[in-house]
């Protein structure tokens, strides 16, 4: 049984940092891509950042460029996603996702096979 288990979110002034951490298991990490997306209060499901299962590609939509990391650690079974500069825009329901084309990141969440719960992420002015 795969699980995605997020942590890390919370409530942070602008300008603050935040890093949110997904915890998987029941796969074999490595073979996944894994991707983070976030969910804004009626709006739809977008791509933030996504990392090959090597951890060696990583890629980022433009309004988190710079302001956002994507990492994982194999050994750990673990991806993160250090967010600075944190913007009263960001805030959303974040949610971690595995994707087993591992050599390839997809922005398109119909290709993500698994998802975690989602943690929230309230940046205020």
């Known amino acids: 049984q795969v699980q995605l288990v997020e942590s890390g979110g919370g409530l942070v002034q602008a300008g603050g940092s935040l890093r949110l951490s997904c915890a998987a298991s029941g796969l074999t990490f490595s073979r996944y891509t894994m991707g983070w997306f976030r969910q804004a209060p009626g709006k739809e499901r977008v791509f933030v950042a996504g990392i090959r299962g090597s951890g060696g590609s990583t890629y980022y939509t433009d309004s988190v460029k710079g302001r956002f990391t994507i990492s994982r650690n194999n050994a750990k079974n673990t991806v993160y996603l250090q967010m600075n500069s944190l913007k009263p825009e960001d805030t959303a329901v974040y949610y971690c996702?595995?994707?087993?084309?591992?050599?390839?990141?997809?922005?398109?969440?119909?290709?993500?096979?698994?998802w975690g719960q989602g943690t929230q992420v309230t940046v205020f002015s």
């Open positions: 996702a595995a994707d087993d084309l591992y050599y390839t990141v997809s922005n398109n969440e119909r290709t993500y096979d698994y």
